[in-house]
C-alpha cells in the first residue's frame, strides 16, 4: 500500500505523492490520469482536489527535495505557492528540517516552519520568486501595451484597469470594488482567457482583488486549469505586488499584508533586492486525511475506491475554527 496525504493550503486542496516511496515512480502519463482520477470533485476521492503534488527527489545541491503541480485537468503548472507550503510540512516532518529549499520548476525557493496561525493550525513561509513583468514571460499579446501595471485594457473589461506579472506563473491583477465580486464577468473572462482567445495564448490566472484597508485584500482567483479556486497562493503574492506597487499608500515593502480569501487567509510580506523583487507568502499548511492506495492502481489510474483507506487527521476541524475567528 502506498500512503498519500490530503492536504490544503487556504483550502485549495491536493493530494501529495511521494514517488521516492514508490517501488516504481510513475510515468508523466500515469501521473496526469491518476490527477484527473482522484481530483474529480463528483467522481473523485474524498470529494476530489485541485491537483496532486508530486514530491520527487532533486540533484540539486542543498535541496531536500523537488515538487510538482499536476492541475485538476492534467495540465502541469509552474508553481503553487499554498501546495508548496504543504509540500514544505511534508518534507519537514519526513527529515526534521525547519528551514530549507524545495526545487520546483524555475527555482530552488526557501521555505521555513513558521509560528502557528492557530491552535492546531501549522503554518509555513515560502518564496515566490522570480518576478517577471515583461510580456513574454506571460505571455500576452494584441492588446497595445508591451506591460500591464494599473493599465486600462478595453479589449478585455472596459473600465478596469489590469496588471500582469509571472512568478512565475502568469497572473492577470484587477482592483474591482467589493460589490462586483458577484459579477458574472469574473467567470465570462476567466473562462474566456482560458480558452482560445487572441490575448494570452496559454491562458492565464485571473486575480480579482478588492482593497479593504491599508496592508488588507480580498483575493478571489479564477485559476487556469481549475477553475474559481478557494485560494491561489501564487496569486495572493502577485496581487500583493500589484497593490504596493500601484497603491503605494496602502500596500507596503517589509510589512505584513493580510490577504484574505474565499478559503481564509494567509500573510504576504514583499521584498526588493537588485532591481527584482520576491514575495514570501504564509499560511497554513493542513493535512486532512492519510490515505492509502494499492501502487497498481496509482499505476493503471483505475482506483478502486472500495479498497481505499482513508483516515481523518482532525486538523481540519481546527482549521475551520480558525476560518470562523476571522469573520467574527
Request: with cysteine; proline share 4%; charged share 25%.
Amino acid at each position: 500500500m502506498t500512503k498519500l496525504l490530503k492536504v490544503h493550503g487556504s483550502q485549495n486542496s491536493f493530494f501529495i505523492l511521494d514517488q521516492a516511496e514508490l517501488e516504481t515512480p510513475l510515468t508523466d502519463n500515469e501521473l496526469r490520469q491518476l490527477t484527473q482520477t482522484l481530483t474529480d470533485h463528483k467522481t473523485g476521492l474524498l470529494g476530489g482536489a485541485d491537483g496532486i503534488l508530486s514530491v520527487e527527489e532533486s540533484n540539486h545541491p542543498g535541496v531536500l527535495g523537488k515538487m510538482r503541480v499536476i492541475n485538476a485537468d492534467g495540465s502541469e503548472a509552474s508553481m503553487c505557492g499554498n501546495g508548496l507550503r504543504t509540500v514544505a510540512r511534508y518534507l519537514h516532518e519526513k527529515t526534521g528540517e525547519s528551514q530549507f529549499k524545495v526545487e520546483t520548476m524555475y527555482a530552488d525557493l526557501d521555505v521555513r516552519q513558521a509560528d502557528d496561525f492557530a491552535k492546531g493550525v501549522p503554518a509555513f513561509g515560502v518564496e515566490i520568486s522570480p518576478v517577471r513583468f515583461n510580456k513574454e514571460s506571460l505571455p500576452f499579446d494584441n492588446l497595445g501595451h508591451d506591460r500591464l501595471l494599473d493599465t486600462l485594457v478595453p479589449e478585455l473589461v472596459p473600465g478596469w484597469r489590469f496588471s500582469a506579472l509571472a512568478v512565475p506563473n502568469p497572473h492577470l491583477i484587477a482592483f474591482i470594488k467589493e460589490e462586483d465580486l458577484d459579477s458574472p464577468v469574473l467567470g465570462e473572462l476567466g473562462a474566456y482567457l482560458n480558452s482560445e482567445n487572441p490575448y494570452f495564448s496559454d491562458g492565464v490566472n485571473i486575480n480579482y482583488t478588492v482593497i479593504r484597508g491599508d496592508s488588507q485584500l480580498f483575493v478571489r482567483t479564477y485559476e487556469r486549469g481549475v477553475g474559481f479556486t478557494n485560494a491561489c497562493g501564487t496569486g495572493m503574492s502577485a496581487s500583493s505586488l500589484a497593490f504596493a506597487l500601484t497603491h503605494p499608500d496602502l500596500g507596503h515593502f517589509e510589512k505584513e499584508i493580510s490577504v484574505y480569501n474565499p478559503g481564509g487567509m494567509v500573510k504576504t510580506v514583499l521584498h526588493q533586492k537588485d532591481h527584482g523583487y520576491w514575495i514570501e507568502l504564509i499560511g497554513n499548511a493542513t493535512e486532512t486525511h492519510t490515505v492509502e492506495i494499492p501502487e497498481d492502481q496509482l499505476h493503471s489510474g483505475q482506483v478502486k475506491l472500495d479498497e481505499v483507506k482513508t483516515e481523518e487527521t482532525g486538523e481540519q476541524d481546527s482549521y475551520l475554527a480558525f476560518v470562523d475567528q476571522l469573520t467574527k
